[in-house]
């Protein structure tokens, strides 16, 4: 019963995270509708201007004296898609009669052409509410399901809580015992430093990722631990695992997107035995991921009904571990 809860769990996981892909999709459109939606207003007016300039230099044409070949070129359209059609004839027209019609043909182009690309983006959009509203009904229909298997067992699953809340004290008492010493160690180290400036030898070529800028990271995430896992959700009232990971990191500057597949393109990849705290890990074919603290240890919001939390990367976790990144 407990395996075919972890099955369901990690297919939650995937249908969470497709939930959290069409969210970044959407905002991307919404921001491309917005921007789209102000220049195609700035065209539209630009448009009116150059057809008032248009306007009143064919009234000038037809009440000045004497006879202007601009005159024959303008008159003579039937239309202004005649009109324009005419431009190539600019160099029997009036340097500036010529600008102000292809003035005019530019923007009515322009006008054109982001019309057609909010059709698209409106478009894109209907169908990436509809792919977020199945999103959401799959990642509902799996918690129903999830919550009637835990309750067949729910007897069994309270004895285990309490066996993980246990041991989940002692990993938070272990990993505060591991960062003092740490940071003891580097206070030493600091005191113990030459102080006669040493020029270093150029550094042989290497093949290692660069060393983590994440200081603070573990330390960080620490201050999280217990929080409640919240599908979607990405503040200390709630955590999914990519919204933890993307969280933790904003504290210390680096931006990450919600979507773990995207997380897993930032930064540098880092093999399993070159793992340093606050490195992200991946598993479950880039389903699930959480911060890396050492000692095979990483913390992560594991999924509905659990709290975030330390795991060892053993067992399920070793055998769906992908890869990780430092950023």
């Known amino acids: 019963m407990l395996g075919q809860i972890q099955q369901l769990d990690s297919s939650l996981a995937r249908a969470i995270e497709a939930y959290n892909l069409a969210n970044l999709k959407l905002e991307r459109i919404q ?30 044409l037809y009440t000045s004296d004497g006879a202007d070949p601009s005159l024959t070129i303008l008159l003579g359209a039937s239309n202004l898609d005649d009109l324009l059609s005419r431009i190539d004839a600019a160099d029997r027209v009036a340097s500036q009669d010529a600008i102000v019609l292809r ?59 309490q066996r993980e809340r246990e041991r989940q004290a002692e990993l938070k008492q272990q990993l505060q015992e591991r960062l003092a010493a740490q940071q003891q160690a580097a206070r030493e180290a600091a005191i113990a430093a030459p102080t006669v400036s040493v020029t270093p030898a150029p550094a042989a070529p290497s093949v290692a990722p660069p060393p983590s800028n994440a200081g603070g990271v573990v330390a960080i995430a620490m201050r999280y631990l217990g929080v409640p896992y919240v599908w979607g959700g990405a503040s200390p009232s709630g955590f999914d695992c ?33 793992l340093q705290p606050g490195d992200i890990v991946f598993f479950d074919g880039l389903g699930h991921n959480g911060i890396y603290i050492g000692n095979n240890q990483f913390i992560h919001a594991p999924h509905t009904g659990d709290v975030v939390k330390i795991s060892s990367i053993t067992g399920w976790y070793a055998s769906t571990f992908v890869g990780a990144r430092r950023v």
């Open 31 to 60: 921001g491309d509708l917005a921007e789209n939606t102000r220049r195609l207003v700035i065209a539209k007016r630009s448009l009116g201007r150059a057809r008032r300039q248009l306007a009143t230099r064919l009234v000038d």
């Open 103 to 161: 003035q005019v043909a530019h923007f009515r182009t322009e006008i054109q052409r982001r019309q057609q690309h909010l059709r698209n983006a409106k478009e894109e959009q209907r169908h990436l509410v509809a792919e977020r509203a199945a999103a959401r009904e799959s990642v509902q229909s799996q918690l129903a399901q999830r919550r009637a298997l835990l309750s067949s067992i729910r007897n069994e699953i309270v004895q285990l809580q």
């Open 242 to 274: 990519s919204g933890f990971v993307m969280y933790v990191y904003a504290q210390v500057g680096i931006s990450l997107p919600h979507y773990t597949v995207s997380q897993y393109g930032m930064g540098a990849p880092v093999s399993r035995s070159q």
